[in-house]
């Protein structure tokens, strides 16, 4: 269920980070743990993300990025699969009988594309329907991918700013020199921070969401051109070899390198 | 009344950047005011902006932010609540009795429209009068959007001028040692202006004056499409079936992810 | 005539940039006078400018820039004003006597239309030569501006040139460590004046050029309805009401903020 | 087979690099080894990757990498003599002879298409068919090219992480300061390490493999255009005419240089 | 012949930056030489290059460089002149003696439309070999803009690059600060190289080339728009009249400024 790769490149990115900063001679970890940097970098690009988007698109940005820690859930195979029964109680026992088979489908987007086929919905009307509904699907994912790649932005941003802090107060009181380096070491950390933010964290999970979003499509189009099959009364083979034309063709072949 | 996310968003920024000052060992706030730097900054990007854009177009700009600090007045659920009212009054009491309902509508645009269905002016032309209209309200809204995305781009540009400035100067007079870290701590203050400048403040406002925008089109669509359906005589219940269309589908549905 | 806000910007700007200098202390205008960098940052740009583009082109440049010297001519309003006097002078005494009006008319474009509707051209005929016309001045204007964005991409690349010029210079003899300083200083400049002449000349005169070449079409396009509209005989209220189509709609309740 | 420009290109990239750095006085090879900078660097950026895109891309990038390596075998010219022979063939013992042909032919994709045509299947269904794998082939690739170009970006973001990361360790014990030069050294390291993968490695790659995509699809669309024609009993002439339209007119007058 | 234009600015740039070096007390042109960036510069980028395009498009690159120090040949005005002539001569002795005058036309792909018509082939056939050799030109020409826009893009990344070496072996060689200087002045020579190489070549270059491109297509349309009237037996007049739709309206009006 946990997309693995996620988890992975995030975990696997800051332990490369940890180990480079172990192996760098005379390092100490607290040379990187900066209160002040924290609040800058994180404090404000949050800030400036909160102006520029509506609060309610804010509040749904969690759960855009959740889906980025979650393996995708349908398959394009299974659902074939999975369609094929659905055709073949259909012809047995009447498209009535897939009101049962809504219970075990866990995709509400089907759940109720199905459904509408049950209630006898006219063809035109439910696509137009569940259409819409994908659209709006869409749209709200794209909110959230543009909120992270704005907070991409904000966070190096705030990061130079940071460290122009650090420098403004450091070379404004170059009285006592002992004190330059440390002082330019804590103002780096602000845009060290920000570099991490953007780099490992926001841009990479509004790339990933992206991909997300288009295989979601996808899925979701089959889903549409499924269940139109489906009561239009096709046969479990013709329902499968509509859906097919989704993927990719002989996916057998494509192994063989071309 | 007031959108206190974008409120919030500066003020919290700001704070942010307070407290980080506050924390950096040794600082001062004194070493961040620097009137030199204020007039290099603003006053460089402002000129900037100035040669830019025609001078009605600037008057305007302000309108046009104050809007980034308002809360959005027209609720699209509301805004079907009260066409079906609206609905219900004209197939009671006849069209011409929407007159006195114009009294407690405060959108001018909305008010326009149903004034010129209450006068029974043709359908088609009430369309293109304003759609005409509303494309007329984002144009300017879009001017006001052009010139903050320019001042963003000018305002660092100046912040790094009035840098160049303190580093020639002091670069200059190299007599004296013991003053170069106070100068070129007064030569980053004016990047350091440039960066908040564009980061907390022009950027997030054009962005956000850029979701307003499109989210306002939407809103003044559906009140055509509303005006256009109680024109022709629909009864309440279709009204607001479409109304609807332009909304998410199934909202309490949206709650369930998918 | 003359375009204020883009002298006031320019020399503003300017106004700003000096203000800084001599508040900053210790500061000397001499330190900001460099033949040398004069040499490489504007010759350079102009140099690359020259490889850019055909000779005939940058000829023209000239003639471009000074337009955004100028006040706009063609007020949108004065023209429906103008037009619905010329209709009446057409239904008065025929379109022959507009003749004698062409003589009061500065805009050779409109002259041009005014005297091929006098001559009786073919309707179709005018609005294809005219469209053709615009085009055509469009495009010239378009020259130039790509001149100067170009320009401004170039200025400041040749300020870094000069400025690794210097440092080379002045790393490659630092065996007077007092001449440092001075010499970083030079330096810098070079960057300082490309910076200057990017943000503070080239990219705002040309984005005002492209602002200014949209509206010209808008006005120019209501110049052709016009013509088209004398010529098929309309009255003034009808020739009037078809070039407002161009305009804002009512710009009186346009105060009413929306 | 091997594509000797892509060879040339990476070790002649490094062999200038290496020379470079032999002639720079006083260098030593050892300062350019760093694990750590290796470390952060690649570790961190195929990280980001990872987290970027679905595992099954992943799995395939290097197949798709290795293609950059590879001589294109498919040449345009040697096609149209093949499908002439085909042609041939297919007339002198009908189009069930190109069965035999189908052996010797090393394109998959060429082999399904012959395939097809023996097979006797509907024109329309082939072409459908064909462009599906087309698609489906050129999308395939095109992902290995976005994760290349999104690797081209995150490389110097995490070399300029480790350069941070070796400043702030260096500047936070600045109590020795023998050892501030050597320090830096190593943090620049990283720097350097993200823009070699970045500037000689990732972007060429990327941008060789999206113009190797396009002229594989043209070869491609004449492959289809050409059983296209083989099935409809085109003459050999007229195969090769229909052919060649995807070739440039006249290759050997393009010698006389217009 | 030779477009002074292009030499004049290239050698200007050149000139102007040996002035400001010659300028800059202390200088010193040895300091500006170092074969060690050259190598890292211009064998890096011209490497990274060869990686990225096919090796039959890198040896046509001279070929459209070339063009960028050639003034164009075709002239509109001076084509209009020769096509009311070859008209003269078509209808006066027959479009058979257009043979003879394809003698002294130095264009091939005049010549070659020329013959096509005096050959009496099909005017839809001219048509469509005429403009699918247009359009190979123009790919051909676009193959090598898009190889100097590249070269463009990895000259400065080189010239970093060579920074790099240069500032890690100096630091990691900090014992002997009297080499600190000269050193440091190296390694900042190889940005100045691919600054260079960027900005006075590369980019204006290619920008050149994008705009000749753009005219000698519309050149070489006239050329089509000329030859199909020559068929189709129109007479001198309505031939240049067909062709100046191609030229800006009225360009002696042009003069006045409007």
Chains 1, 2, 3, 4, 5 share one sequence.
Not at 16 to 34: E, H, K, Q, W, Y
Not at 45 to 54: E, G, K, N, Q
Not at 69 to 91: G, H, N, S
Request: proline share 5%.
């Amino acid at each position: 269920m946990v997309d693995l790769a996620t988890l992975i490149g995030i975990f696997g990115g800051l332990f490369f980070i940890a180990v480079g900063i172990t192996m760098t001679p005379g390092s100490d970890f607290r040379f990187f743990l900066n209160p002040a940097s924290v609040m800058i970098t994180l404090g404000g690009a949050v800030c400036s993300t909160l102006i520029t988007f509506p609060l309610r698109d804010l509040r749904n940005v969690w759960r855009v990025i959740v889906l980025a820690f979650r393996e995708e859930r349908a398959k394009p195979a299974k659902l074939i699969v999975d369609f094929r029964r659905y055709a073949d109680i259909a012809r047995r026992d009447g498209i009535l009988a897939l009101e049962s088979v809504t219970q075990d489908v866990r995709d509400p987007f089907l759940v109720r594309g199905l459904q509408l086929a049950v209630d006898g919905t006219d063809p035109e009307m439910i696509q137009t329907m569940m259409r819409t509904e994908l659209e709006y699907i869409q749209e709200r994912h794209n909110r959230g991918i543009r909120i992270l790649k704005q907070f991409a932005i904000y966070a190096p941003a705030f990061g130079m700013i940071g460290t122009l802090i650090g420098l403004i107060v450091m070379l404004g009181k170059l009285h006592d020199p002992s004190r330059i380096g440390p002082a330019m070491s804590v103002a780096i950390v602000t845009t060290f921070y920000g570099a991490i933010l953007s780099y490992l964290v926001a841009t990479p999970l509004a790339e990933k969401l992206t991909v997300r979003n288009n295989e979601e499509a996808l899925v979701k189009e089959m889903m549409i051109k499924g269940i139109m099959s489906l009561q239009s009364g096709d046969n479990p083979s013709i329902v499968e070899q509509k859906m097919k034309i989704f993927l990719s063709p002989k996916p057998q072949e494509g192994r063989r390198w071309e």
